[in-house]
C-alpha cells in the first residue's frame, strides 16, 4: 500500500520561514503534490513535483527526491493567512487499474503567530 | 463560473435512513472524485469517475454508491446511514487524469458535513 508521513503541526512567527516534510512509501510513484486547507475550507492545490528538483511558486517553493522518498513544502515571509492545514499527496500508479491516483497524508496544521 | 459545488451544505441523518449528495461542475472536467476526511486521518478516495457514464471504487467505497449519469453531475448516494459515516464529503474534480499533463491540479468543492446519529 501507500503511506506518507508529515509532522502533525508547525508553529512560526509572522516574517519567518517554515519548512514542512513529507516522506512516502507507494509503488508506482508519479509525483507529489501539495494542498493548502484553511479551517472549514476546500483543500486548494499548491503546487507539484514530478522530478527531482525545487519548484517556486512565488512566497511558495516544493522540492522532490525521489531517491530517498522524501519531499518539502518551503513557506517564506510567513503570514497570518497562511495559518492552515497543508496535505502532501502522492500521484502513483496502481498496477490492477490504468487510472493514477492521489493519496493524501494526514496534514500537518501551520500555526502563524505575529 | 460557480467552479465545483456541492448540496447540501450540511445535514443529520438518522441511523439507516438514506441520502444523496451531490456535485455539480461547469468547468467540463473528465474526471470527477469523492473523498471524505475525518480528523487526522487526511482525505480519502471513496469512488472516482473518469467519464460520463463510469464509475470506479477508491480507497473506502464500502457504504456508498455513486452515479455520473451526467459530466458535470457526480452523486454520491449512502443507502442506509451509519455514525461511523459521520465525516466531511468533498467532491473534487480535474481536467484529465492524473497521468497526464495538468491533471496533478484537482479542483475541490466546498464541501458537505454529514452527522450521522
Known amino acids: 500500500g501507500q503511506s506518507l508521513e508529515q509532522p502533525s503541526e508547525v508553529t512560526a512567527v509572522e516574517g519567518a520561514i517554515v519548512q514542512i516534510n513529507c516522506t512516502y512509501q507507494?509503488?508506482?510513484?508519479?509525483?507529489l503534490s501539495w494542498y493548502q486547507q484553511h479551517d472549514g475550507g476546500a483543500p486548494t492545490f499548491l503546487s507539484y513535483?514530478?522530478?527531482?528538483g525545487l519548484e517556486e511558486t512565488g512566497r511558495f517553493s516544493s522540492f522532490l527526491s525521489r531517491s530517498d522518498s522524501y519531499g518539502y513544502l518551503l513557506l517564506q515571509e510567513l503570514q497570518m493567512k497562511d495559518s492552515a492545514s497543508y496535505f502532501c499527496?502522492?500521484?502513483?500508479?496502481?498496477?490492477?487499474?490504468?487510472?493514477?491516483?492521489?493519496?493524501f497524508g494526514t496534514g500537518t496544521r501551520l500555526l502563524v503567530s505575529p | 463560473n460557480a467552479g465545483v459545488t456541492q448540496t447540501p451544505k450540511f445535514r443529520v441523518l438518522k441511523t439507516g435512513q438514506s441520502m444523496t449528495l451531490l456535485c455539480a461542475q461547469d468547468?467540463?472536467?473528465?474526471?470527477m472524485y469523492w473523498y471524505r476526511q475525518d480528523p487526522g486521518m487526511g482525505l480519502r478516495l471513496i469512488h472516482y469517475?473518469?467519464?460520463?457514464?463510469?464509475?470506479a471504487k477508491g480507497e473506502v467505497p464500502d457504504g456508498y454508491n455513486v452515479s455520473r449519469l451526467k459530466k458535470q453531475n457526480f452523486l454520491l448516494g449512502l443507502e442506509s446511514a451509519a455514525p461511523s459515516q459521520t465525516s466531511v464529503y468533498f467532491c473534487?474534480?480535474?481536467?484529465?487524469?492524473?497521468?497526464?499533463?495538468?491533471?496533478?491540479?484537482?479542483?475541490f468543492g466546498p464541501g458537505t458535513r454529514l452527522l450521522v446519529l
Open positions: 499527496a502522492v500521484r502513483f500508479f496502481p498496477m490492477n487499474t490504468g487510472f493514477q491516483k492521489l493519496v
Open positions: 473534487a474534480t480535474s481536467l484529465v487524469g492524473s497521468g497526464s499533463i495538468g491533471g496533478e491540479t484537482q479542483y
Open positions: 468547468m467540463n472536467h473528465e474526471y
Open positions: 469517475s473518469v467519464g460520463e457514464g463510469t464509475t
Open positions: 513535483n514530478g522530478l527531482d
Open positions: 507507494t509503488s508506482g510513484f508519479y509525483g
